[in-house]
């Protein structure tokens, strides 16, 4: 089945700074999905990337899609404490099924 | 409903036991996801309906877990004979449809958290 993998894992950040996290596949994906999850909530739904090089915005959330569809980032600047939870990736390996990454943990230091 | 409905919401359960878990999808929608969510990490699929038919059931962990659905409503899973292994949040999922290579959205309820004791 379709394998996304994320990296980092874990990301511990700084109240203010920027970060990444990626999205990776081996196989071109037809398309993306970005979920969030809040600690002890469940995954909900974010954006989702359809087109080669696609880039969507979402105030301090940038997600870019690459232009061989086979990886996808999230960039937030300005982190604030609400932006505490898993982020997860979600790619669909046929016309249904949805697999999703091991998820990016963030958790902010104020 | 407005959303994805699960229940029970919590259940501690004996080892051994035999428990059943409910969702209720979003009106009109036509597909209805299960996925597992071990303590700290990702979520793995279990079962996907379309419908009331279940095309793809490759993701149940043993034959101890099984599911239902009646016609484009309530969904049940079951797992039999529970094991400790067995405790994680169970997330129901809906969607519009399940098919077409743009996807779509999937509205996740808030989980069943199952501890196996």
């Known amino acids: 089945g379709q394998q996304v993998m994320q990296i980092p894992q874990y990301q511990h950040v700084q109240e203010g700074e920027d970060f990444t996290t990626y999205c990776n596949s081996s196989?071109?994906?037809?398309?993306i999905q970005w979920y969030k999850q809040r600690p002890g909530g469940h995954p909900v739904f974010l954006i989702q990337?359809?087109?080669?090089?696609e880039v969507k915005k979402q105030k301090r959330l940038t997600f870019q899609f690459g232009e061989a569809k086979k990886n996808s980032s999230l960039h937030i600047t300005a982190t604030q404490t609400t932006d505490v939870g898993t982020y997860f990736c979600?790619?669909?390996?046929?016309?249904?099924?949805?697999?999703f990454g091991a998820g990016t943990t963030v958790t902010v230091r104020a | 409903g407005a959303g994805v409905s699960q229940s029970p919401s919590n259940k501690v359960t004996e080892k051994g036991k035999d428990v059943e878990l409910r969702c209720d999808p979003i009106?009109?929608?036509?597909?209805l996801y299960w996925y597992r969510q071990r303590l700290g990490q990702g979520l793995e699929f279990l079962i996907y309906?379309?419908?009331?038919?279940?095309?793809?059931k490759s993701g149940l962990p043993s034959d101890r877990f099984s599911a239902e659905r009646t016609g484009e409503s309530v969904s049940t899973l079951t797992i039999q004979r529970t094991q400790q292994e067995d405790s994680a949040v169970y997330l129901c999922?809906?969607?519009?449809?399940?098919?077409?290579?743009?996807?779509?959205?999937?509205?996740f309820g808030e989980g069943s958290w199952l501890t196996v004791v």
């Open positions: 999922a809906s969607s519009f449809s399940g098919t077409g290579r743009t996807g779509n959205t999937i509205y």
């Open positions: 309906f379309q419908g009331n038919s279940a095309p793809d």
């Open positions: 990337l359809v087109k080669s090089g």
């Open positions: 009106s009109g929608h036509t597909a």
């Open positions: 196989t071109t994906l037809s398309n």
């Open positions: 979600a790619a669909r390996s046929n016309d249904y099924k949805l697999s």
